[in-house]
RNA sequence: GGCCCCGUGGUCAAGAGGUUAAGACAUCGCCCUUUCACGGCGGAGACAUGGGUUCGAUUCCCGUCGGGGUCACCA
């Protein structure tokens, strides 16, 4: 007897792997083209760092005319989450960045390399571990999951390195008759991939990101095949990415010192590796420590909370590009209007140390993006943000023509007005607008300089009655204020009574400030000329005169 | 603990054997301005540390310290 039965014993029906490498030919691609990929386990919600890495792969391979692919490692039905796979698709939706080939939902799929979900591709797994065990390069092992806890404990008491491994593999070296029978008896078993490494040897790897890397060899037989039947991470990596025929990997750095043992596994395929950029995971500070974003304990984890918040989609995309080219900063200052798909994207130039996330950033950005954004846009995507989270502004906006007119106001010009970072923002920002809000907000006026309320009154009489007049153009409009101080005994110029701050109660500007209140029942608003020609005539003369009466 | 990676202002970061060590965000001040926002100008603020190598090191090498990752029938 001998490997070929064993093989033959264990995984009866497996096609042989020719039919495979036949069915998965080589991709036809222009020279460079990369091939990768987003490659998730479904077991909550898409991570920042997942989109991170999306966001580069898809990147990289638009840009060498390549593949980006979804494949869902669903590998491990103990950690899976319903909806798992939905979310995934639609948040990679939600950031346009859908992906070439691989899942387009649930349950649906496009491209020729598929099945996308690895649960689908059991027999495939068999077949290549049927092939490694006929050449005596895996074997079954029949050690319970006590035993080899037992063992581990061993070692860690006797301080050497953990792990089943040379002599401590104690499965390696049953002969095939002897493994034969035992399956015979019944007992269960797993596959273990049976490491031609050894410890005291050094391999190189280059990693894309990192650079040169030396490691020690693997010499671990790890497991390949489940109990379940199922494969491990590291096997299946090896064979999708060998028969989707990804070129290069894009993955988190935790997986960095996999890397001797993925490398290996490749070379005992018989398949060509593909390279590796390794990026390193977005951090937090926290009390003084970096650690890794948490899907636990970080809202600011989950690619959803910026949908939540409102941030465009657009500014956390340029926030991530940013942290992993800082020279797209000064791209974007440069062409404030291209689309980002038009920045030289250089995956060498990635930090190799993680950075710490920065929502102070990512706002300020946003801020950028959204000031860029017409009426027209703004009232859109916030109309759209509202309909899920904020029934209120939902409610506000539900006047198109006029909401446009408001959001309108000092956008679209050279320099815009920047006072919006996330569609949460949009109800403050605007809410003073609406009569409706307006009349029923019970909060006290708070005016500033002059506080004296028959002055007060005096002031929006006089103005209401004698200067205010809708059809003035902006510079009419400012110079009967101005008229309206003088009147009243203050300075015309702010300029003037600084100089001579003694000889007036106050300026033009505290004027306009007592108008601006009684409009808008704030100190700070946009110009208060536009806002009083938005609100039109009714509204600026009935929110006067509640005061002036 | 073994192995691996990393260490430039508060944050993201550029950078090169010789630089006044960029820029952005944040912060502070001033200017502009009827408020705010925008914009302009300016300030403060950094090469973890100790040894080498070198005429010269923040840059190269080694150690130390600090941070991170990894050591599963999880990915």
Redesign the pocket.
């Given at each position: 007897m001998d490997y070929k039965d064993l093989a033959d014993l264990i995984f009866p029906d497996a096609k042989p792997i020719a039919y495979y490498e036949e069915k998965y030919p080589e991709r036809n691609l222009p020279e460079g083209a990369i091939v990768t990929r987003f490659a998730p386990?479904p077991t909550g919600f898409v991570h920042i760092g997942g989109l991170y890495q999306s966001l580069i792969a898809k990147t990289m391979a638009e840009k060498t005319g390549g593949v980006f692919f979804l494949r869902v490692?669903d590998?491990?039905q103990k950690?899976e989450v319903e909806n798992g796979v939905t979310d995934i698709v639609n948040s990679l939706k939600d950031f346009d960045m859908p992906p070439d080939e691989g899942m387009i939902s649930d349950s649906e799929e496009i491209g020729n390399y598929g099945p996308y979900k690895q649960s689908l591709r059991k027999d495939i797994y068999q077949a290549y571990a049927k092939f490694l065990i006929e050449q005596g390069k895996a074997y079954p092992c029949f050690?319970?999951?006590e035993e080899?806890d037992h063992i581990?404990k061993k070692q860690e008491s006797a301080k050497i390195?953990?792990?089943?491994y040379g002599v401590w593999a104690k499965c390696r070296n049953l002969t095939v008759e002897e493994a034969i029978e035992k399956i015979k008896n019944g007992e269960k078993y797993?596959v273990r991939f049976k490491s031609p490494g050894r410890e005291d040897r050094k391999i190189k790897h280059k990693d894309v990101i990192?650079?040169n890397?030396?490691?020690?060899e693997n010499d671990q037989d790890i497991?390949i095949i489940?109990?379940d039947g199922?494969p491990?991470?590291h096997f299946a990596h090896a064979v999708d990415d060998h028969l989707m025929r990804t070129t290069l990997v894009i993955r988190s750095?935790?997986w960095?010192?996999?890397v001797p043992l993925h490398l290996q596994l490749f070379a005992s395929l018989g398949f060509r590796p593909p390279k590796y950029a390794h990026i390193s995971p977005i951090m937090k500070?926290d009390n003084g420590?970096?650690?890794?974003l948490s899907k636990r304990k970080d809202p600011e984890a989950a690619v959803s909370y910026y949908r939540e918040q409102g941030i465009p989609a657009d500014a956390v995309k340029e926030y991530l590009l940013?942290?992993a080219n800082?020279s797209f900063?000064?791209w974007r200052r440069a062409n404030p209007d291209k689309d980002i798909k038009e920045f030289d994207f250089q995956m060498n130039?990635m930090?190799?140390?993680?950075?710490?996330f920065?929502m102070?950033?990512l706002l300020?950005i946003s801020k950028n993006v959204i000031s860029k954004y017409d009426a027209n846009k703004v009232y859109t995507e916030s109309l759209k943000w509202a309909e899920s989270y904020d029934n209120e502004l939902k409610d506000i906006l539900s006047n198109k023509e006029y909401s446009i007119k408001v959001l309108n106001i000092?956008r679209g010009k050279a320099?815009p007005?920047?006072?919006i970072s996330k569609w949460s923002d949009v109800k403050y920002c605007i809410e003073y607008m609406y009569d409706d809000k307006f009349f029923n907000n019970r909060d006290e006026y708070e005016f500033d300089k002059i506080s004296d309320k028959e002055e007060i009154k005096k002031i929006l009489k006089l103005y209401i009655s004698k200067y205010y007049n809708e059809a003035d153009d902006q510079t009419t409009w400012?110079s009967k204020i101005k008229d309206l101080a003088e009147e009243l005994g203050y300075a015309r110029e702010?300029k003037e009574y600084k100089k001579e701050p003694e000889k007036w109660p106050g300026h033009?500007?505290d004027i306009?400030?007592v108008i601006?209140v009684a409009v808008t029942k704030r100190?700070?608003?946009?110009?208060?000329?536009e806002i009083m020609h938005v609100l039109g005539k009714d509204s600026v003369e009935k929110r006067i005169n509640l005061l002036a009466e």
């Open positions: 386990s490692e590998t491990d950690r050690c319970t999951p080899v581990r390195r953990p792990g089943y797993i990192k650079g890397v030396d490691f020690p497991v489940k109990a199922l491990t991470y750095d935790e960095l010192s996999s500070n420590n970096k650690r890794k940013n942290i800082s900063e000064n130039k930090s190799v140390s993680g950075a710490l920065d102070v950033k300020d000092e320099k007005r920047r006072d400012f702010v033009v500007g306009s400030t601006r100190r700070n608003t946009p110009d208060l000329y």
